[in-house]
């Protein structure tokens, strides 16, 4: 899936260090589908070349107000307009303090204070030593900007280029780019606090030993990250998956059943939607081992008995608050055929508004998925698509059954 196809960014290079991270950003950007127009102060020339960036965007950088390529003598108007977004990565201090006063001496922060306000957003991506971040000069032109509708993507933590550790590093490409990513789409569930379920649970038989199932936690993933992007609080709990926490999602990692439902049950009391998409094993071992179960000659393998797992979508739908309207919870079934008339059923035994209907087998692990949507109206499939995708589509379909608060 390609999150920026048919968008076109200009990206404004400051100076700092952090301008290396700017060419792995505009790779990003094109790989998404964007075109990327790079503008460079003269201080962001001194730490990356205009040859680099041009070769990674395939479009000659802008350096000055005064480039004659415009037939008009006008860049700042001209790559403005054309613009779906500024993004600023790195952003300095001085660039900062630059468009908190509305400065227009050079090209970047001139097309910056001459862009259409209410079209094009301006994002920027701070970068500079711990103090000048701390600095209350820079923090109070933060608030300007942010006033001023300016988007600040934040910053990171750690070991800085000047040897001091602490606030104010820029954040990583791929951090900025789903922050850039999450900043476009509609925000449908603003003021919203949805709790996902991902992936498979891991039922304990020894200390070294467990069932667990294929789950790859992919989808629970995708709809936690679609629901942080249209503007929701989102709590992920997750079983045992090696996936990367989207940005801006609080994650509880848990491994069996019961302890899924006891991280569920204590958050579902704060939700508004609850989806479940984990594959939660349906039996745990009737006994857990303290012990590792040994192997010993000649003896008969151990007979494993097995007690059914609580059903943590089945608890929290019948549960007070969704009962009383307040909690839209949404299942999932993974089936391995008729795909139809199960998820119908499903949907009525588990006693949820909708039901999300896909064929396990062909969607375990997978990037891309198809399903089909079960609720009191009917059904509806969803062609095969990513599973970023399918959840933001998902998300819409939920925000769009939700009552106003
Ligand atoms: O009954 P089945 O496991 O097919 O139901 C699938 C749906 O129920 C999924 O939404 C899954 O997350 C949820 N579920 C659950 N707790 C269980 C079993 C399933 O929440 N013990």
Redesign the pocket.
Known sequence: MSDLQGKHLVLGLTGGIACYKAAELCRAFVKEGATVQVVMTEAAERFITPVTMQALSGRPVYTSQWDARESNGMPHINLSREADAIVIAPCSADFMARLVQGRADELLSLLCLARPIDRVPLLLAPAMNREMWAHPATQRNMAQLVQDGTTILGVGSGFQACGETGDGRMLGPHELLEDIVASMQPKLLRGRRVLV?AGPTFEAIDPVRGITNHSSGKMGFAVARAAREAGADVVLVAGPVALATPRGVRRIDVQS?REMLDAVQAEAMQADVFV?????A?WRPASFSADKIKKAEGAAPPALAFVE??????AVAQGERARAGRLFCV????ESGDLLANAQA?RAR?GVPLLVGNIGPAAFGQDHNEVLLVDAQGTWQLPRASKRALARTLVAEIAGRLTNP
Not at 276 to 280: E, K, N, R
Not at 309 to 314: C, S
Not at 331 to 334: H, L
């Open positions: 379920t059943a479940a998409t984990a594959a939660v349906d797992n609580p059903d943590i979508l089945q299942g999932f079934a993974a499903k588990k």
